[in-house]
């Protein structure tokens, strides 16, 4: 896969994480309301189209589109979960293709980030997929302070006096494509395509590879957090809308099968569906194969060395499909191919 070779500087703003532009390159802007937002990942028409080297500057509501501002809202609320603004259309992309995904830049948009309980939602809840005699938990709306000195927002427990400040980790929930043989996929699944991942990778510092599907691989995102603990488990993160800054590339005739993360160190392969142990699975699979095409492994000294090197992260366990992503450090590997 010729994939990008990123060199890749860190600056923090306030409550943003920042890649400075190296060149002046052409910009898009959009910006996306309740009324434009969307919540399937399906083929509509792009609400703007993004060249080679354009970056796009947008916006993203948050999970609930921006309708929790106080304690006494309630989600009766929300118009629909997890509001995507987009698609976008990408010039040159085509079934068979991939697009790289650049995050140059991610800024909580608020001065307060939401986080909730929602009947027959969450990790450690009773839902439709693992159903329980007993009561669901209720819903319950906690709100984050943001505090821009520092990028940290406040927890403040219901139930005690305590408090602590979380470090702020801005990144993108939702970003997928249209999916394959024309579906709609709800703005709240992960799959192939993408989606509603809850992967904290997709943030500054990371490139994320998509497959193409569509003509223009139709690019949509959303659900923006400022913090999450590893699995989701209440099934929020810390909900923020976001201002976003990103470039996307082609690579053509490149095709994945998966979503995949890269930055300077290390190569990531995701892995989505249910059970947790077949997400495991994909991701691993996929990451074997790609060290195989692009660094020369055999599959089996592949597998051999990721079960001595390998992480692993668990994105999220609580939404219709679960996220695992499986990373391998670029020091254990050879150089990659030349041709890649």
């Given at each position: 896969?010729?994939?990008l070779?990123l060199s890749?500087f860190?600056?923090?703003?306030?409550?943003a994480?920042?890649v400075?532009?190296?060149?002046?390159?052409?910009?898009?802007?959009?910006h996306a309301?309740?009324?434009?937002?969307k919540y399937?990942?399906?083929?509509?028409p792009?609400?703007?189209r993004?060249g080679?080297?354009d970056?796009?500057?947008t916006?993203?509501?948050?999970?609930?589109g921006?309708?929790?501002?106080k304690?006494s809202d309630?989600?009766?609320?929300?118009?629909?979960?997890?509001?995507?603004?987009?698609?976008?259309?990408?010039?040159?992309?085509?079934p068979?293709?991939?697009i790289a995904?650049?995050?140059l830049?991610l800024e909580?948009?608020?001065s307060q980030?939401?986080?909730?309980?929602?009947?027959g939602?969450?990790?450690?809840?009773?839902?439709d997929?693992?159903p329980?005699?007993q009561p669901?938990l209720?819903e319950?709306?906690?709100l984050?302070?943001?505090?821009?000195?520092d990028?940290t927002?406040?927890?403040?427990a219901h139930?005690?006096?305590f408090?602590?400040?979380i470090p702020?980790h801005p990144?993108l929930?939702?970003i997928?494509v249209?999916?394959a043989?024309?579906?709609?996929?709800?703005?709240v699944?992960p799959?192939?395509?993408?989606?509603?991942m809850?992967a904290?990778?997709s943030?500054v510092g990371?490139?994320?590879?998509?497959?193409v599907?569509?003509?223009g691989?139709l690019?949509?995102?959303g659900?923006g957090?400022?913090?999450?603990?590893d699995g989701?488990?209440a099934?929020t993160?810390i909900?923020?809308?976001?201002?976003?800054r990103l470039r996307?590339?082609?690579?053509?005739g490149?095709?994945i099968?998966w979503p995949?993360?890269?930055?300077?160190?290390?190569?990531?392969a995701?892995g989505i569906?249910?059970p947790?142990?077949?997400c495991l699975r994909?991701?691993?699979t996929?990451l074997?194969q790609?060290i195989?095409?692009?660094?020369g492994?055999?599959e089996?000294?592949a597998?051999?060395?990721?079960s001595?090197?390998a992480t692993?992260?668990?994105a999220e366990?609580v939404?219709p499909?679960y996220v695992?992503i499986?990373?391998?450090?670029?020091?254990?590997?050879?150089p990659?191919?030349a041709?890649?």
């Amino acid at each position: 896969m010729k994939l990008l070779v990123l060199s890749i500087f860190f600056s923090v703003s306030i409550c943003a994480s920042t890649v400075e532009a190296q060149k002046e390159n052409p910009v898009v802007k959009y910006h996306a309301t309740l009324e434009t937002v969307k919540y399937v990942y399906g083929v509509a028409p792009s609400v703007a189209r993004l060249g080679p080297d354009d970056i796009l500057e947008t916006n993203t509501l948050d999970a609930f589109g921006d309708a929790i501002q106080k304690p006494s809202d309630t989600l009766a609320l929300v118009k629909g979960d997890n509001p995507l603004t987009g698609p976008f259309f990408i010039e040159g992309a085509e079934p068979g293709d991939a697009i790289a995904v650049e995050f140059l830049n991610l800024e909580v948009n608020s001065s307060q980030g939401v986080g909730a309980f929602a009947p027959g939602f969450g990790a450690l809840n009773s839902t439709d997929y693992t159903p329980m005699i007993q009561p669901a938990l209720p819903e319950r709306i906690w709100l984050y302070p943001i505090h821009s000195g520092d990028n940290t927002a406040t927890f403040q427990a219901h139930d005690s006096n305590f408090s602590v400040k979380i470090p702020l980790h801005p990144f993108l929930g939702c970003i997928g494509v249209a999916p394959a043989n024309g579906e709609a996929r709800s703005s709240v699944v992960p799959a192939e395509f993408g989606g509603n991942m809850d992967a904290s990778e997709s943030s500054v510092g990371n490139t994320l590879l998509l497959p193409v599907n569509v003509p223009g691989a139709l690019l949509y995102m959303g659900d923006g957090h400022a913090a999450m603990g590893d699995g989701e488990i209440a099934g929020t993160a810390i909900e923020v809308p976001l201002r976003v800054r990103l470039r996307v590339r082609v690579i053509k005739g490149q095709r994945i099968e998966w979503p995949r993360f890269e930055n300077q160190n290390e190569i990531m392969a995701v892995g989505i569906y249910r059970p947790l142990d077949d997400c495991l699975r994909i991701a691993f699979t996929q990451l074997i194969q790609w060290i195989h095409q692009d660094y020369g492994l055999s599959e089996l000294d592949a597998y051999e060395l990721l079960s001595k090197v390998a992480t692993v992260h668990l994105a999220e366990m609580v939404d219709p499909n679960y996220v695992v992503i499986a990373k391998v450090d670029k020091k254990y590997l050879p150089p990659r191919k030349a041709s890649h």
